[in-house]
């Protein structure tokens, strides 16, 4: 019996039960990103698209970040964890209207900085970084475009193109894992009572 019972645990234990998570998207487009040696800032972004919502403004994207642990803005470096990221919604075209996401940026994957310089001279940089909600259990990674043209960036530039993609574990699937578990922990019990 006790056999029995250690091969259904072992069986239980080899099942997959990963919680599947949804991925939502956000791109914006336009405001200001400034800033220098003691970290970035973006303001006045708008929001485009929200998953498979297309508008001109469906809400706003603002974020700061730390200061460069490594390297510099003109050339590209590493910044340090915190900061703040917000995404807000405006109500329009069944956005949801206030906060959609607030977070801080994560120390597990550093915000990277870096340049690229193109064929014509000109030069482009890309914001890169991994986002923790509040509670620690939603995660986001984004991604900002900005170019400088023929100059470096010099404190202030105008944004072309932002991407966000957060991760949300479903509720549903979640309950239906700790619905299962316990269902299977009775199974168990009944069976060692009756033995």
Do not use: C
Request: charged content about 5%; glycine content about 18%; overall charge positive.
């Amino acid at each position: 019996m006790v056999k029995k019972i250690l091969l259904l645990a072992v069986l239980a234990l080899a099942l997959p039960m990963a919680a599947f998570a949804s991925s939502v998207g956000f791109t914006n487009a336009g405001g200001t990103l400034s800033g220098g040696s003691s970290g970035f800032t973006l303001t006045g972004s708008t929001l485009i698209k929200v998953g498979g919502i297309v508008g001109s403004n469906l809400g706003s994207l603002s974020f700061t970040t730390g200061a460069f642990t490594s390297g510099n803005a003109q050339q590209g470096g590493i910044l340090a964890p915190g900061g703040t990221f917000t995404i807000t919604g405006n109500g329009t075209n069944g956005v949801p209207n206030g906060v959609i996401f607030s977070g801080t940026f994560s120390s597990s994957n550093p915000v990277q900085w870096n340049l690229v310089t193109l064929a014509d001279g000109t030069h482009s940089y890309t914001l890169t970084g991994a986002i923790n909600s509040a509670s620690g259990q939603v995660g986001a990674t984004v991604q900002l475009t900005v170019s400088t043209g023929k100059g470096y960036f010099n404190g202030k530039v105008g944004v072309e193109s932002g991407d966000t993609s957060l991760s949300v574990p479903e509720p549903g699937t979640l309950s239906l894992l700790g619905t299962g578990l316990i269902g299977l922990a009775g199974v168990i019990r009944r069976k060692l009572s009756l033995s």
